[in-house]
């Protein structure tokens, strides 16, 4: 199996002062193309609109290449491309009801394939309709740690179709430079084995605990955070001035890039600790069906969990680990090592299993069985279970493996085998 990442990175690049008009005029000429595009191609609500980008080609490529002289024949092709991609997407919104209309490019954005542009770590040298133009990066003076480093510099990373664009403002010229990564993670005898880390999500307390019982986040101060931005809100609001409504925008968006930020922290913690156990899954309880556990008026953190999954899902990507999800029922309440289900044995905070005596963090001891209902899940998706691979899920003391004979179901789950085969981990924040 192949997989694939994509990391976007801007970067200012450093155009000469008499190059700028050429790629201001290659722009207009690259817009020329997409709106013509679209407007042959445009065809609701009388006919279906023209979807494919060959048709488009073979019926309008010639006109556009006589119409914009000196642009590279692949510029043309991409502006063909963009606008039948957009108007696939008008087409898919249309399917669901949605209200659209005809795409129309009037902001600069040149799409640059490895025909029209040659990229270099340092350099890229554009085609522009006044010949060739070599623009450097503007990078950190240390870009260690920062996407420069990590996707730009990185030999790991490729480059694939980016897009140049234009901050009329600041009168400079960006590249958005789509880096791509491609690994192979085929290994024989590791194909099928896999290793899960579970994660119980929490309106209060910690945000997440992991099955190896590292607590992350505080969902409390989170909580506590919001109601004073609301709060605050709302006594500006009711000012009614036009400062206020200023200031009213202004510390939503704040407290929106910092509950997003603060997420971030918890997102990446959670893949840490995913790769610190050589995880190749990581599970979640299914949000959808949580839903009756948060509340109506808990809106937040239903946004809250979502974002924080997305963000986990998006990172995980990186390091080709899969994000999954399983049934939440009676992950609270089961223990997790005797698998004895009862209401009883969950007491707030606090489990302990009335059959065995089990005691544990609550939150903890449901994210171990997040993580065994998915190791078994995957058990259950193999080819051939018997006397191959191991679904295992990672626990503080170890790893678990999950036996064949098991069956995925709400009722507990006894054969296990447990192993030892890693030092018990510390506990994180
Ligand atoms: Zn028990």
Redesign the pocket.
């Known amino acids: 199996m192949v997989w694939e990442v994509t990391r976007t990175v801007r970067v200012r690049l450093d155009v000469p002062d008499d190059r700028k008009s050429d790629l201001h005029a290659t722009n207009t000429k690259f817009q020329y193309c997409a709106n013509r595009t679209a407007d042959w191609a445009w065809r609701y609500p009388n006919e279906d609109c023209v979807t494919s980008k060959s048709e488009a080609e073979s019926a309008i490529y010639g006109a556009l290449r006589d119409e914009t002289d000196g642009l590279h024949a692949n510029l043309v092709q991409k502006a063909i491309k963009r606008a039948t991609d957009d108007i696939d997407n008008c087409v898919d919104r249309l399917a669901d009801g949605e209200n659209t209309s005809k795409p129309e490019y009037d902001t600069f954005s040149i799409v640059y394939d490895k025909r029209a542009a040659t990229y270099y770590r340092d350099r890229v040298s554009l085609a522009t309709v006044n010949g060739r133009v070599e623009c450097e990066y503007d990078l950190p003076e240390n870009p260690e740690g920062t996407p420069h480093g990590e996707y730009l510099l990185n030999d790991d990373y490729s480059f694939s179709t980016s897009t140049v664009h234009y901050d009329s403002e600041a009168d400079e010229f960006y590249l958005h430079a789509a880096m791509k990564r491609e690994r192979d993670v085929d290994s024989p005898e590791k194909a099928e084995d896999s290793r899960v880390l579970g994660v119980d999500c929490n309106v209060d307390d910690h945000i997440a605990v992991t099955s190896t019982g590292r607590f992350i986040g505080n969902a409390d101060y989170l909580n506590h955070q919001r109601r004073k931005f609301e709060k605050r809100r709302a006594s500006l609001q009711q000012t009614g001035t036009r400062t206020a409504h200023l200031a009213f925008k202004r510390i939503g968006d704040r407290f929106g890039r910092w509950s997003e930020d603060y997420l971030h922290q918890c997102s990446k913690a959670i893949v840490e600790e995913a790769r610190c156990h050589e995880c190749t899954h990581i599970a979640f309880e299914n949000l959808e069906q949580i839903r009756e556990r948060i509340s109506d008026g808990k809106k937040f953190q239903q946004w809250a969990f979502n974002a924080l999954q997305q963000q986990v899902e998006y990172k995980a990507e990186e390091y080709g680990i899969i994000v999954d999800t399983v049934h939440p029922k009676y992950t609270s309440q089961q223990?997790s090592?005797?698998?004895?289900t009862l209401e009883e044995n969950r007491d707030d905070q606090h489990f302990e299993?009335l059959?065995?005596?089990?005691t544990a963090n609550a939150d903890y001891n449901a994210a171990k069985n997040v993580a065994r209902k998915l190791a078994l899940k995957l058990q259950q998706g193999q080819k051939s279970p018997v006397g191959g691979a191991f679904c295992q899920y990672a626990l503080e003391s170890g790893v678990m493996t999950v036996n064949a004979t098991d069956v995925v179901s709400d009722t507990p789950v006894s054969v296990e085998r447990e192993s030892t085969d890693k030092p018990p981990l510390e506990v994180g924040i």
């Not at 090592?337 to 004895?340: L, V």
């Not at 059959?355 to 089990?358: M, N, P, V």
Request: proline share 0%; hydrophobic share 0%; net charge neutral.
């Open positions: 223990c090592k005797c698998g004895c299993c059959d065995c005596g089990y």
